[in-house]
């Protein structure tokens, strides 16, 4: 009687009696109300991250519908069934905490509930990674389908969208330049649509990687999440999850290295946000592949950024898409790619780019022969602050601090942060170099995206916008700056980071890919004899299990335990 091939006769509930199994798991499917012919098709999970508390996923339930619809007309019977959600502004201390929690989630729901395929609904920063790592371990044919981006708002003759216009005006607000009338205005007029912020922050970047890895339909990545064509976009992934069924394509097959190098390209090419490349290394290490920072600065050197979008340049997503998408960026990027990596349509990406060109704005989505910057947008740095590397999105940056050396102000943890940098008597210049310590994945803040740390306000007051900032913390993708993210190993691991005191010299050169702490080793050997012990794990539950196993940056911040050997 039992056949667990397919359908709801996958992974049966183990009484000791498989025939039973079956027939009860089918009495209950009977109590769904689904006739014979619908239970007898093949099941297609949507593992779907609606929650109240995530704006960004507001409209998940009529993406949800669309999905359950290109699966029912492709012959197949949905089931949406909810995951962790992470809504960036929501959690404390950081979503990115919670990223793999969630990424087991997906993975044990996808692998214990009887499905043939899946549709990864997915949007917000965290979720998107969270989603891929967890169907990279499942390895059950799975389509991702992105919420897509906002749509800015006209402003008084500009436009506004989440989120480097928040940082733009609340940076204006405290130096002065605004009021508290206008930034309360603002406020509402930020964050308007549903959808993921507006611009190449780290939710759009990874929709871009996720397309470029070939996880997602063409196309897909850029549609705003208020436009019909996500609607069909949703409808197409439910077919396509159906069709995946007979003739599957597993993560396994389209996540390989090849394809990781492609995503790494795209990164650099969309001037994409460093929490990206954190949490391309952790899909990727879900399927036993390796992410070089050595090897990111060769491509970084090779791939020109040629999109012109906000934190970088001056458009929002929703530009990109009307430019001609993703698909228009990787066309110009054509040379410098592995062509023959297999996406989840069954093509290669070849055979995916050797179609019409059709409409691309210039202005948006740059020629490779007339990048909108030569180099790529990030790269690493190594030294004796960050012996395993650091990251600098130098798209974002600027180049007046590429070869700089300056006097340390420390800043020992956040609440040393917030409570001093913007006291009138902080001893600081706009030469100087701030840090901040204890922010890495080790430290009880879990990485927040804290790099970006605020213009004393004293300084801020007198004009000064942008200083050379360095910590084990991340930064949205949204924000802008000479930020160097992601020291390791991490102030909390007792790495060097941990050992710098206000007063040092530290040296940054990107032309050498260098960051020094110029201390004599002796006084730094003695430094670190002093060091408190790291204080005692947390007691239970998942903080105990985060602060034992998670891994540095650059091993993608996953659990030791969650990565393939
Ligand atoms: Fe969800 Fe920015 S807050 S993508």
Redesign the pocket.
């Known amino acids: 009687m039992s056949d667990n091939s397919h359908g709801f006769a996958r992974g049966l509930t183990q009484y000791g009696d498989a025939d039973f199994s079956l027939y009860l798991r089918r009495s209950f499917v009977n109590a769904m109300g689904y006739s014979k012919e619908l239970m007898a098709r093949p099941v297609i999970g949507i593992a779907q991250s609606a929650s109240g508390f ?3 996923h507001r409209h998940f339930p009529e993406l949800v519908e669309a999905i359950k619809r290109g699966v029912l007309a492709a012959g197949g019977l949905p089931l949406d069934f909810p995951t962790i959600s992470l ?3 929501f959690l404390s201390p950081t979503s990115m905490k919670f990223r793999n929690l969630m990424s087991m989630d997906v993975e044990e729901m996808i692998r214990a509930q009887p499905m043939d395929a899946v549709v990864l609904l997915g ?3 965290k979720t998107v990674p969270a989603l891929l790592m967890g169907a990279a371990s499942a390895n059950v044919p799975s389509v991702l389908l992105v919420g897509g981006p906002m749509l800015p708002m006209a402003y008084q003759g500009e436009r506004l969208g ?2 480097t216009d928040c940082r733009r005006f609340w940076a204006k607000f405290r130096s002065g330049e605004i009021g508290k009338a206008q930034i309360d205005d603002i406020e509402g007029r930020l964050a308007t649509t549903a959808g ?2 507006a611009v190449m ?3 759009s970047t990874m929709a871009a990687i996720a397309e470029a890895l070939g996880m997602s339909l063409p196309g897909t990545a850029a549609i705003p999440a208020v436009h019909a064509d996500r609607l069909r976009a949703a409808e197409a992934s439910g077919k396509r999850a159906v069709e995946l069924v007979a003739k599957p394509i597993r993560p396994s097959q389209i996540i390989t290295a090849k394809a990781v190098e492609n995503a790494l390209r795209v990164l650099l090419a969309i001037g994409g946000s460093t929490n990206a490349l954190i949490h391309l290394t952790a899909i990727a290490g879900r399927l036993g592949i390796k992410v070089s920072l050595e090897r990111l600065n060769t491509l970084s050197d090779e791939t020109p950024v040629l999109i012109d979008l906000k934190p970088t340049g001056q458009h929002y997503m929703s530009d990109l898409y009307a430019a001609g998408g993703l698909g228009a960026v990787l066309r110009e990027l054509r040379a410098l790619l592995h062509l023959d990596c297999l996406t989840i349509t069954g093509e290669t990406l070849g055979e995916r780019l050797s179609g019409a060109e059709g409409y691309v704005d210039r202005a948006v989505v740059r020629p490779i022969a007339d990048p909108f910057l030569r180099q790529g947008g990030l790269v690493a740095l190594f030294g004796t602050l960050a012996p395993n590397g650091a990251i600098l999105k130098r798209s974002a940056a600027d180049p007046r601090f590429f070869e700089h050396e300056g006097r340390a102000v420390v800043f020992t943890s956040l609440e040393d942060l917030a409570a001093r940098i913007d006291s009138p008597d902080l001893d600081v210049t706009e030469d100087d170099i701030l840090v901040l310590q204890h922010a890495g994945p080790k430290s009880s803040a879990a990485m927040p995206e804290a790099g970006y740390l605020p213009i004393p306000a004293k300084l801020a007051k007198k004009g000064v916008r942008d200083m050379l900032r360095i910590s084990d913390a991340r930064m949205s993708g ?1 924000a802008y700056g000479t930020i160097v993210l992601h020291v390791s190993p991490d102030a909390a691991s007792h790495g060097p980071l941990a050992l710098a005191r206000s007063g040092d010299r530290i040296r940054i050169s990107v032309a050498r890919r260098s960051l020094d702490l110029l201390v004599q080793e002796s006084e730094l050997a003695a430094r670190a004899k002093a060091l408190a012990q790291p204080a005692t794990l947390p007691l239970r539950g998942y903080d105990r299990l985060y602060r034992q196993s998670v891994l540095q940056a650059e091993d993608g911040c996953d659990f030791d335990f969650l990565r393939k050997a």
């Open positions: 995530n704006n960004c809504g960036e502004a949007g917000c920063d989440a989120c993921s912020c922050g780290t939710a949204t």
